[in-house]
Structures are given as structure tokens and as C-alpha cells.
């Protein structure tokens, strides 16, 4: 006996439904009025992203495809010149002296999007980390599956209001102060590390170094061990991540380049911290509609 139609239809929507739980995207978009070069970085006993460095024009945006279980950092690097074969060095954010990092991670100051995808039904584990310091501004948003999910970020501009002490200066398209190191890379001292007899929440807490950061960007880690108001939990099916969210005026692309960034067609908001919602890809819902009127 051939199977209906209608159950054709189910187990080809549960089938799309199972493909598409493997996987998450992580939409990368440039809103910054210069170009970027992002990186990544594997965590222990997780693969490498398929691209782990990559120049993004200022407007354009990258998805980047990556399954269950994977662990890593994401970052954004500045004032970079690099050679034809990759070669070069980094104003912030600088992996090695490399376009491709494989495996180098960032040279502090950097703002970092930190994530453990979950596997199966596991939820995701994300934050926005300014504990070794702050390059840019960052907004991370992600589409649950089974919900709401909470969006987090370090909006503010921290380099503005450095102290002194902490100012990371350069030229080029990204001129002035273009890092503010946190004070454990400053100064490097076990209170401001929480390393040494300061390692446990109970004998390090903030600083006023620290409380700083915090203040601007109340959502981020800004110590070590602040974890109570900085890392949140998720079932997502893609993140969005856009550094410099707060610049207006730029224009955004809703058409995601996988391999290659492409120029943005749409405008869009630069997204303020709010909780995002749970809304299905657009080709499942329509396939849903299809099912429902067979």
C-alpha cells in the first residue's frame, strides 16, 4: 500500500524539521562605518568553524554554518593590513598575524560573544565577555526554537570613556582610541585577575575598573566571576551578531552570503537589548500553511 499524501507530507516535514535541529547560523553583520575582520575560535574538543578569519566590508553580513555541540569565541578585529597570501597584523583583535586564525585566539583588548551550542534538546550557552578588555561594540540576538530567548550585548561605546590607563591608541580607519584593556591586562595583578589567592568569587569581586564596564554595559561579564547577570541559556536556531549596533544610517542585508560576504540591500534597526521572538524560518511556515490545506 503507498503511503497518502498527507503522511508523504508529514514525514517530509519531519524530516525537514530533523535537518534542520542539526545545525545553527551565525549571521555576522558588519554595521560599523569601516571594515572589520572577524575571527573565530574552536574551544576544546570542537571542531573549527568553517572560516576562522574573514574581512566584512562595512553593511555587509556572513552567515556562517555550525552544529550542535560546537564551543568557541567570535570577535571582531580593526585597523588590520594584510597581504595577498593572508599575511598581516591587527590594530585590536589580532590572532597571529593572520587573515585565517586557525586556532589562534585574539590579542587583548577584544569584546568577545562566547557560545555552547547545545546537542538534541540541550539549550545553548551564551555571553558577551569585555573581561579582557573592549574593542568594539556588540549585540548579539538569537531566534529560539522552543521560546523567547534573551539578546545581549555591550552596546555602549567603552573607548569613549576609558580611563587613560587603559587606552589602547591607533591610526588608520579607526582612529584614536581603539581598545580599552580591562585592568587585569593592564596591570596584571591577581585582584584584578581573580588568579592567585584572589582565585574564587569569594576573594575576587569587582573593581572599580570593572564596575565601570559593568555600568556601560550592564549585560556583559566584566570580572571573572560574574556570572549572575552576564551568561544566558537558549534553543536557537541562528544569532545574529552585529558589531557596532548602535551606528545609524547604514544600510543592512536581510540576503545572508554563506562563503563570501555580499553588500546590503535592505535598511534595518540596529536592534536595541530586547528579547527576541519566537518565530519559525519563513519556508517552514509556509510548508506548515501547504500541509494544513491538503
Same mark, same amino acid.
Given at each position: 500500500?503507498?503511503?497518502?499524501?498527507?503522511?508523504? *507530507?508529514f @514525514?517530509?516535514?519531519?524530516? /525537514?524539521?530533523?535537518? $534542520?535541529?542539526? *545545525?545553527?547560523?551565525?549571521?555576522? +553583520?558588519?554595521n560599523c562605518?569601516?571594515?572589520?575582520?572577524?575571527? +573565530? #575560535?574552536a574551544? !576544546?574538543?570542537?571542531?573549527? /568553524? =568553517?572560516?576562522?578569519?574573514?574581512?566584512?566590508?562595512?553593511?555587509?553580513?556572513?552567515?556562517?554554518?555550525?552544529?550542535?555541540?560546537?564551543?568557541?569565541?567570535?570577535? !571582531?578585529?580593526?585597523g588590520?593590513?594584510?597581504?595577498?597570501?593572508?599575511?598581516?597584523?591587527?590594530?585590536t583583535?589580532?590572532?597571529?598575524g593572520?587573515?585565517?586564525?586557525?586556532?589562534?585566539?585574539?590579542?587583548? =583588548?577584544?569584546?568577545?560573544?562566547?557560545?555552547? #551550542?547545545?546537542?538534541?534538546?540541550?539549550? %545553548?550557552?551564551?555571553?558577551?565577555?569585555?573581561? %579582557?578588555?573592549?574593542?568594539?561594540?556588540?549585540?548579539?540576538?538569537?531566534?529560539?526554537?522552543?521560546?523567547?530567548? $534573551?539578546?545581549?550585548?555591550c552596546?555602549?561605546d567603552?573607548?569613549?570613556?576609558?580611563?587613560?590607563?587603559?587606552?589602547?591608541?591607533?591610526?588608520?580607519?579607526?582612529?584614536?582610541?581603539?581598545?580599552?584593556?580591562s585592568?587585569?591586562?593592564?596591570?596584571?595583578?591577581?585582584?584584578?585577575?581573580?588568579?592567585?589567592?584572589?582565585? *574564587?568569587?569569594?576573594?575576587?569581586?569587582?573593581?572599580?575598573?570593572?564596575?565601570?564596564?559593568?555600568?556601560?554595559?550592564?549585560?556583559?561579564? *566584566?570580572? !571573572? @566571576?560574574?556570572?549572575?547577570?552576564?551568561?544566558? +541559556?537558549?534553543?536557537? &536556531?541562528?544569532? !545574529?551578531?552585529? &558589531?557596532?549596533?548602535?551606528?545609524?544610517?547604514?544600510?543592512?542585508?536581510?540576503?545572508?552570503?554563506?562563503?563570501?560576504?555580499?553588500?546590503? %540591500?535592505?535598511?534595518?534597526?540596529?536592534?536595541?537589548?530586547?528579547?527576541s521572538?519566537?518565530?519559525?524560518?519563513?519556508?517552514?511556515?509556509?510548508? /506548515?500553511?501547504?500541509?494544513?490545506?491538503?
Open positions: 500500500m503507498r503511503p497518502s499524501k498527507n503522511f508523504r *507530507s @514525514f517530509f516535514l519531519c524530516s /525537514l524539521l530533523f535537518t $534542520n535541529s542539526l *545545525s545553527c547560523t551565525f549571521i555576522v +553583520t558588519n562605518p569601516y571594515t572589520i575582520w572577524p575571527g +573565530t #575560535l574551544g !576544546a574538543g570542537t571542531p573549527q /568553524l =568553517p572560516t576562522t578569519g574573514f574581512r566584512l566590508d562595512s553593511g555587509q553580513s556572513v552567515g556562517i554554518q555550525v552544529t550542535p555541540g560546537w564551543s568557541g569565541r567570535i570577535w !571582531a578585529r580593526t588590520c593590513k594584510f597581504e595577498d597570501w593572508g599575511v598581516g597584523i591587527c590594530g583583535g589580532d590572532c597571529g593572520k587573515m585565517e586564525c586557525d586556532g589562534m585566539g585574539p590579542t587583548p =583588548p577584544t569584546t568577545l560573544f562566547e557560545i555552547t #551550542l547545545g546537542k538534541g534538546d540541550d539549550k %545553548d550557552y551564551y555571553d558577551v565577555s569585555v573581561v %579582557d578588555g573592549y574593542n568594539l561594540p556588540i549585540l548579539i540576538v538569537p531566534r529560539g526554537v522552543y521560546g523567547g530567548c $534573551n539578546a545581549t550585548g552596546a555602549a567603552l573607548n569613549s570613556g576609558c580611563p587613560k590607563e587603559l587606552q589602547v591608541v591607533e591610526g588608520g580607519e579607526a582612529t584614536g582610541v581603539v581598545g580599552c584593556k585592568a587585569c591586562v593592564a596591570f596584571g595583578r591577581d585582584e584584578y585577575c581573580c588568579s592567585g589567592e584572589f582565585a *574564587s568569587p569569594t576573594t575576587c569581586g569587582p573593581s572599580s575598573y570593572s564596575n565601570i564596564f559593568k555600568r556601560a554595559c550592564p549585560k556583559a561579564y *566584566s570580572y !571573572a @566571576f560574574d556570572d549572575g547577570s552576564s551568561t544566558f +541559556t537558549c534553543k536557537a &536556531f541562528d544569532y !545574529a551578531i552585529t &558589531f557596532c549596533p548602535t551606528i545609524t544610517g547604514l544600510r543592512r542585508s536581510n540576503n545572508i552570503a554563506t562563503v563570501q560576504p555580499i553588500r546590503g %540591500d535592505n535598511n534595518g534597526e540596529a536592534g536595541q537589548m530586547a528579547s521572538s519566537n518565530i519559525l524560518p519563513i519556508h517552514m511556515t509556509f510548508l /506548515l500553511l501547504f500541509i494544513l490545506y491538503i
